[in-house]
């Protein structure tokens, strides 16, 4: 018996192969190169102490979080940026915090919240938050149980701070 040859469909399908091995291996390695970097808003020229941050002062990119250990309290929001005096002095594509800018001397709750987002306050009858292990800035999730339903009530919440509420006097 003789055998036929398909070297031309041999050959497409090696080639389709290695392609499709080519492709994936560069997805992988995009999405390990995304999980490593943090999106965060950074002065786009060297700024000095006193200055105003205005529109052509920042931009967004993404930043190693191993080079700053607390890129995750760094500002998200940019209306909260724009009109700020500046209390640091910045170097360019530094991302800027909170602390890099001149406060007022008292700031009441409405004046707190940044720009673009909404105050609530949420009372627990029992305080299972273990409030020693988050801080202001934080972001989580608030998840509520009823009798057998669980479910994500909010997601990607910033904690602004915690109320004690009034002292008891025992």
Do not use: C
């Amino acid at each position: 018996m003789k055998s036929k040859s398909n070297k031309g469909a041999t050959t497409a399908a090696l080639t389709l192969l290695i392609t499709s091995g080519m492709l994936a291996s560069a997805l992988g390695i995009r999405q390990v190169n995304d999980e490593n970097s943090v999106t965060a808003w950074v002065v786009n020229k060297n700024m000095s102490a006193g200055q105003t941050v205005t529109v052509h002062d920042v931009e967004q990119k993404s930043i190693d979080p191993s080079n700053y250990s607390n890129i995750a309290l760094s500002v998200q929001n940019p209306r909260a940026l724009i009109g700020q005096k500046l209390a640091t002095n910045k170097m360019v594509e530094q991302p800027l915090f909170d602390t890099d800018f001149i406060r007022e001397k008292s700031q009441n709750l409405s004046e707190a919240i940044p720009a673009g987002r909404v105050l609530y306050t949420l009372k627990l009858n029992t305080l299972d938050i273990p409030l020693s292990r988050i801080h202001k800035g934080d972001r989580l999730d608030i998840v509520a149980k009823t009798n057998r339903l669980v479910r994500t009530v909010a997601r990607d919440v910033q904690l602004i701070g915690v109320s004690k509420g009034p002292k008891s006097q025992a």
